[in-house]
């Protein structure tokens, strides 16, 4: 939520974080703004809406010359969107700027503060008070005053930074709150993510909690929160530029859907060798392993739905107890961990506010950390005791597809790792479970093969009102997955239910031509399923059934069915959530939603 952009260089800087920030646009915004110093001042343009609108009016940056600025786009957290609320805000004299991602939390003490030393406020925004700090404590010197402000402010904030009155610097700062810093062949940068930056360096600098960067054309120099130099390293960044475009496809969340093949296989290929499971940065010997007793999968949104599958992946392979927490509830519950568990934290950003908070809890506690992650570099990478890549590279689409999938794949490695280590599971049964991993990329692409007879259903269903999703085991995982991307991309209420506690009241709520998804890829629990859908049916349900290949039987109760390829019954979630990540793509699309950047939503949620 938020993004931030900075450049100073030899360029034009305007065109440069317009650019930038069309980059972060999936972080979710309300409004956006730059600043430019032109050579004698800030000039500075903001619009409420998206950032065509900020385009727009200033020509794509033509109007606002200068080599050195900062931009930002607004999630409202603190007043409405507006363009006084928008990012930057300035002091007094307008000397300096300032953009801000995260929450000031004592910033109504520190308003009053400075109200009583003659400041005046033109916004509702906890940001201004970092301005007026600034203006408070600059007596010449950028970094002591920056260094003053980071021992008053309390909270999370990434902040890029102008001086008017030093022309020739753009100063960054970071406490909880993602930023990076990269130099290119023409200047130096500073962004929430890496998609922002992609087009003009590879190497990036990660900045860590209470440190600040200052910028030059340059070079980069970093300093703690007391104002010493620090060395730092930069890190090369891979990613293909094209995987940050749209390529063709009309969303990027399309476009990563049909990414999803080439993500399985890239998680899943450095892993498997010699017919063997090989997770290096585990960092765990066979004998660690076996001294784990128990295992907490904490995380948030779609990737607690990948915790939940991992639950029942885990005990079933491994035999080993799990518990799975909302990264929200574990912080916040007293959870009792002990020194032989294991928390895994899985997050695709790496900047899960909740994530990282649950995270720094376990490892206060002196309990084993893993994190789950996508970035290369990110809090959670560098915080965790061992961190576990998804490498499904950058992901756009506030409705994660594709980091999913790969989330899965890494927890299935992770089981019969932990299973081949605590000898639940033969050989013969290993090479089993390699067989069908393998198969799964050609799998999928067969499922996305199928998009048209998806849509066509799609189209049935546009104005629903209500959707459930019902399903057993892992089944139920799917279908919390399922109900998730329905309801947050098509704004179509939606729920997910276990299907054995429909009778529990749940099945008060079907009427004559309510859709339900019914996921039942769990053979033993077929006869189960089958007889819920004949509950629903009865009461006027119009069924759609996600079943395996074979289970012909099912016809006989649900009114239309998708078959999925067979595989292995821990691995069906990589199969059942193409259908319903499609399905919920069209019904979206058909109602004429904004499919990447759903309402009110945000791709990394870096505040509670």
Known sequence: MCGIVGYIGESQAAPILLD???????????????AVYDGEDIRVQKAGGRLKVLSELTHD??????????GHTRWATHGAPSDTNAHPHFNAAGTIAVVHNGIIENYLKLRNYLKGKGYAFVSETDTEVVAHLLDYYDKGDPIEAITKVMHRVEGSYALGILFKEHPGEIYAVRKDSPLIVGHGKDGSLIASDVPAVLRYTRNVYFIQNEEIAVLTKGEIAFYNVYGEPVEKEPTAIDWDINAAEKGGYEHFMLKEMYEQPKTVRDTLSPRVKDGGIVIEELGMTDEEIRAIRKIHIVACGSAYHVGVTGKYVFEGMARIPVEVDLASEFRYRDPILEQDELVVVISQSGETADSLAALREAKKRGVRTLGIVNVVGSSIAREADQVMYTWAGPEIAVATTKAYSAQLIAEYLLSIKFAQARGTVTEKEVAAYLKDLKR???????????????????NRYIAAKDVFFVG????????MEGSLKLKEISYIHSEAYAAGELKHGTISLIEEGTLVAA???QEELYK?????????????????AVTNDGNTEIEKAADYVIYIPQTNRYFTNSLAIIPLQLFSYYVAVGKGCDVDKPRNLAKSVTVE
Do not use: C
């Open 20 to 34: 930038g920030l069309a980059k972060l646009e999936y972080r979710g915004y309300d409004s956006a703004g730059i």
């Open 61 to 70: 940056g033509a109007t606002m010359p200068g080599q050195s600025g900062i």
């Open 440 to 458: 799964l990329p050609e799998q999928i692409e067969m499922l996305l093969g199928n998009k048209e007879r998806i849509q066509h259903f799609a």
């Open 472 to 479: 057993r085991g892992v089944d139920y995982a799917i279908s």
């Open 519 to 521: 996921v039942a890829t």
């Open 528 to 544: 189960k399923t089958i007889s819920n859908i004949v509950e629903l049916s009865s009461r006027g349900a119009f069924v759609l």
